[in-house]
T-cell receptor, first 113, second 114 residues
């Protein structure tokens, strides 16, 4: 069964600190993995996309990693800002099927001053 | 902003009523997908439309139906509303032939069923 699990469910950190969010998946055959940021009441916005051959990709203060062998990904946020408060959703795409996107339930990050 | 727009932004209905939600896709995109996102959950796939035809459906009953128009905008219709239909409804547009096939999400419509 294709599944995407994220941890932790929620996280509170102080402004300026770093944090790492985890995503484990069982989706097969794997196509790509995206991390989305979703502000409260808004639609998700893509941060990074990882394909099978990519291990690390950065987008500003966001760095995503992918281990395709263990089917794990992480999103590392450096020097957090108050505006980083949001839900971060891991989405894994399978190679086939119209319904081929599998969403995690997200990690709710709160950055406090 | 992704260029995907949805209307209305908020909606309150009572149980048993019908609702129509609208989505305008990003320019050049021919595929629209609809998702239901309950509070604290990830989006759940409802269905996808490609060139005006339904192109895949998730585990939702027939009272959830949709349309895609020649300009690739789309509607989601829900009949006989139930309390559990209260959620954020997201539409996402994409270019089916794109290599990465990235979906661009709209801001969502918050539906409350009383």
């Amino acid at each position: 069964k294709n599944q995407v699990e994220q941890s932790p469910q929620s996280l509170i950190i102080l402004e300026g600190k770093n944090c790492t969010l985890q995503c484990n998946y069982t989706v097969s055959p794997f196509s790509n993995l995206r991390w989305y940021k979703q502000d409260t009441g808004r639609g998700p916005v893509s941060l990074t996309i990882m394909t099978f051959s990519e291990n690390t990709k950065s987008n500003g203060r966001y760095t995503a990693t992918l281990d395709a062998d263990t089917k794990q990904s992480s999103l590392h946020i450096t020097a957090s800002q108050l505006s980083d408060s949001a839900s971060y959703i891991c989405v894994v795409k399978a190679q086939t099927g119209a319904n081929n996107l599998f969403f995690g339930t997200g990690t709710r990050l709160t950055v406090i001053p | 902003e992704t260029g995907v727009t949805q209307s209305p932004t908020h909606l309150i209905k009572t149980r048993g009523q019908q609702v129509t939600l609208r989505c305008s896709s990003q320019s050049g995109h021919n595929t629209v997908s609809w998702y239901q996102q309950a509070l604290g959950q990830g989006p759940q796939f409802i269905f996808q439309y490609y060139r005006e035809e339904e192109n895949g459906r998730g585990n939702f009953p027939p009272r959830f139906s949709g349309l895609q128009f020649p300009n690739y905008s789309s509607e989601l219709n829900v009949n006989a509303l139930e309390l559990d239909d209260s959620a954020l409804y997201l539409c996402a547009s994409s270019l089916a032939s794109g290599v990465s096939n990235e979906q661009f999400f709209g801001p969502g419509t918050r539906l409350t069923v009383l």
